[in-house]
């Protein structure tokens, strides 16, 4: 039989495309498609499903109602370290460790905890306190955490597998609540601030600042040299007679304040204070703010700023000048949510209270905060008494002599009451007595009469 040309092309074409597929084709073929057993084991990721929790409340009856909540764990990731280490729960030696890297929310379920695995291998699990009580498991099924388990990847050749030891851990308290501790006085012991008048803080150095004035109107620096563990010292201040405490500020290192006439002063050291020489001579200095880069101050009653204290360049105001805040101010320095720096500054205007804002920038004026007289999101400042304002983990807070707080998180544009953080009664000034706040470190500081309180938000660096 004869086959003719054109044909026989085609036969040869064909079986040359055969041979030009068949090597790509096995190259790409994916190994999750072959059923071969491997010796890989091992869990790449490993994540929490949809989580519950609970609350309980009291009813119009009063009766107790628990309320059933679910919230999502991948927004909780877990680290998994493969690298083998002894661990304090169990003698053995694992071959790897996956833990949270934050805690749950209080009150979460560990008896129903669904997990998503991935890796190499087929994965089991047991209690920590069971070694023969391997349970098989399948990706998307809940777990009981109410021990740490230990999950196992087997190789599918049986040859080998690796353990993990698997540890969730779930807060015992509010994330938005503050642990509170009193600091000063010790134990058993005295306080460094008994007797202590009006007085300010600032963060300085380390720790932070307090100046203080006693019953024979001297001034007292009290300081810290840390936050975490607190060595307090105590010293009386040398050179800044006539200064008002409540103008103290902290600025390229030093601290700084006024006297009643005018006249700054300034000390490297909080203990001895010298003048600081003006430009002009007939300048008055009242201090306003301070933020890394700047002195605010009120210079002959004109809103003012400075690199080095003695030469002022006004500052323009988009409002009256009528409305900035003439007595009990306070201020603060911070970064907003759109990671631009700022000066907050808000105290009172006759009757009124007014907030005045200024980006840190040469050319920015001061903003007035425009505020209704009955808007319900006006900061009762002068109810307040020796307010303080300070910045705190994206928020501004504003602190005084009552058990309420109120925060802004908007510029000031809107203040609501902090009841979280609201002052007991130990935390409060009581009759007589001062108080004053600053941020140190991860806390808030209360200085209340001879006391010192520190506050940590719950969630503080999760």
């Not at 994330?175 to 134990?187: F, I, L, R, S, V």
């Not at 983990?393 to 005084?400: E, Q, V």
Request: hydrophobic fraction near 35%; charged fraction near 15%.
């Amino acid at each position: 039989m004869t086959i003719s040309m054109k044909k026989a092309l085609n036969i040869v074409f064909a079986l040359l495309a055969v041979l030009i597929v068949l090597p790509f084709s096995s190259c790409s073929k994916n190994d999750d498609d072959t059923t071969e057993p491997t010796s890989l084991c091992y869990i790449s990721s490993f994540t929490l499903g949809t989580l519950t929790y609970y609350t309980t409340s009291t009813n119009e009856n009063g009766e107790a109602v628990t309320t059933t909540h679910t919230y999502a764990g991948s927004y909780y990731p877990m680290a998994i370290d493969q690298i083998p280490r002894q661990q304090e729960l169990a003698p053995s030696l694992y071959a790897g460790t996956i833990a949270s890297t934050k805690p749950l929310l209080v009150g979460t379920d560990r008896t129903i905890v669904p997990v998503t695995i991935s890796g190499e291998g087929n994965f089991s699990y047991r209690s920590i306190n069971d070694e023969n009580g391997w349970v098989d498991f399948t990706s998307g099924n809940s777990v009981d955490f109410s021990t740490p388990l230990v999950f196992r990847s087997k190789a599918t050749d049986g040859a080998s597998f690796r353990d993990y030891l698997v540890t969730i851990s779930i807060r015992d308290n509010d994330p938005n609540g503050y642990t509170w501790e009193m600091m000063m006085p010790a134990d058993g012991g005295t306080s460094l601030l008994e007797g202590r008048g009006e007085r300010r803080a600032v963060e300085w150095k380390y720790g932070f600042a307090i100046i203080s004035i006693d019953d024979a109107n001297a001034l007292h620096l009290t300081t810290t040299n840390g936050t975490k563990a607190p060595v307090w010292t105590d010293a009386p201040c040398t050179g800044a007679d006539g200064a008002e405490v409540r103008s103290l500020q902290k600025y390229k290192g030093k601290l700084w304040m006024n006297t009643a006439s005018g006249t700054l002063l300034q000390s490297a050291d909080g203990i001895t204070w010298e003048s600081v020489a003006q430009t002009d001579a007939s300048t008055t200095v009242h201090l306003l703010a301070a933020s890394p880069s700047l002195l605010y101050a009120a210079i002959n009653n004109v809103v003012s700023c400075s690199e080095d204290g003695q030469t002022w360049t006004t500052l323009s105001l988009d409002a009256d000048a009528s409305l900035f805040p003439s007595t009990g101010h306070a201020a603060t320095f911070y970064y907003h949510n759109n990671g631009m720096p700022y000066v907050m500054l808000t105290g009172s205007c006759g009757e009124t209270t007014t907030t005045w804002i200024r980006e840190e920038d040469e050319e920015d004026p001061w903003v007035l905060i425009s505020r209704t007289g009955d808007n319900a999101y006006n900061l009762p400042w002068a109810s307040l008494q020796e307010g303080s304002l300070v910045s705190y983990y994206g928020m501004n807070i504003a602190i005084g002599k009552t058990g309420t707080t109120y925060r802004t998180t908007d510029n000031g544009v809107t203040w609501k009451e902090y009841t979280e953080l609201a002052l007991g009664s130990g935390q409060q000034a009581a009759a007589g007595e001062h108080i004053a706040a600053t941020v140190a470190g991860e806390y808030i500081w209360i200085i209340t009469g001879a006391r010192i309180w520190r506050a940590r938000l719950n969630s503080y660096g999760e």
